[in-house]
């Protein structure tokens, strides 16, 4: 058995793939052979600038703009990738925001429009992509959790449920899914440099005990570990510079 994943052949749907973690994985899953859709929301040229970093690796690539929290978007979205580029074989639910907001300040708009981006988003992309994968007995499921899924975090109580609510579905959908060979699992990440981080959490580097934020490649290397496995389903994997401890 080849100890490296060698995802030749294999075709990846990235969501929030334009910049910071998603577009470090859709690079490392390329690096590993698969062909890659970057999804993105609003940000055409970094989703063009990934794709283009995904075909100078040799694999195909295209980029396709869709709200993920829409249910008419996702549907759209992964029917015009299959007549692009193929049905998803990998699906990475990586798009996510982080309105930081306090106990006092959080609004009703906030928290719904965190739970459709952060969790929904989730099952609404996994049931599209679930018909090509039951038909194959393959599949490649990986949700971008936080964890403040678990923790405090940084950026609120919305984040947290949000949060904690992808863990829940990764675990639902993986003792459902493990007898057709899919498998789902999440990855947690603390304080990781992107503009995400950058926007509001830059003061909190000091929290994190290696002394430094994570890279997104760190993250996209876990994802790519993860994909690679075909007996591990349902877990969460942490990573948090010594922040945390499942
Ligand atoms: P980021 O730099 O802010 O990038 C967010 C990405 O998500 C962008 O590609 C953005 O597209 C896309 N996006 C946002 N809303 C979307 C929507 N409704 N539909 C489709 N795409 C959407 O964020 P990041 O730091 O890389 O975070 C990626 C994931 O990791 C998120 O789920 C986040 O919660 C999680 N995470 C991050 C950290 C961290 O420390 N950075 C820690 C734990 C977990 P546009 O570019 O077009 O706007």
């Known amino acids: 058995m080849p100890l490296l994943p060698d995802l030749t052949g294999r075709i990846a749907l990235v969501t929030g793939a334009s910049r910071g973690i998603g577009a470090a ?3 490392a899953l390329a690096e590993a052979g698969a062909d890659v859709a970057v999804n993105y929301r609003q940000r055409f040229a970094e989703a063009e600038s990934v794709a283009a970093s995904v075909t100078a690796i040799g694999r195909r690539a295209i980029t396709i703009a869709a709200d993920v929290s829409d249910s008419t978007a996702v549907a759209a979205m992964v029917a015009n990738m299959t007549s692009r580029l193929g049905a998803p074989d990998i699906l990475v639910n990586n798009a996510g925001i982080a309105l930081i ?9 906030d928290f719904d429009q965190t739970i459709a981006v952060n969790l ?6 996994t049931h599209a992509v679930l018909p090509h994968m039951r038909a194959q007995n393959w599949g490649r499921i990986v949700n971008i959790s936080s964890g403040a899924a678990r923790g405090a975090g940084g950026v609120g109580l919305h984040y947290n449920a949000s949060k904690a609510g992808v863990e829940g579905v990764t675990r639902g959908y993986a003792a459902r899914l493990v007898k057709q060979g899919i498998t789902v699992n999440a990855v947690a990440p603390s304080l990781i440099e992107t503009d ?7 003061s909190s580097a000091a929290r994190i005990p290696l002394g430094r934020f994570g890279t997104s490649e760190e993250v996209a290397q876990v994802v790519v570990m993860l994909i690679g496995n075909a007996y591990m389903t349902g877990q969460t994997v ?3 510079g010594g922040m945390a401890f499942n």
């Open 25 to 27: 994985i859709a690079l």
């Open 101 to 109: 907001r306090g106990i006092d300040d959080l609004t009703e708009a």
């Open 120 to 125: 929904k988003s989730v099952f609404l992309c």
């Open 196 to 202: 995400m981080v950058k926007a509001g959490l830059a």
């Open 238 to 240: 942490a990573l948090s």
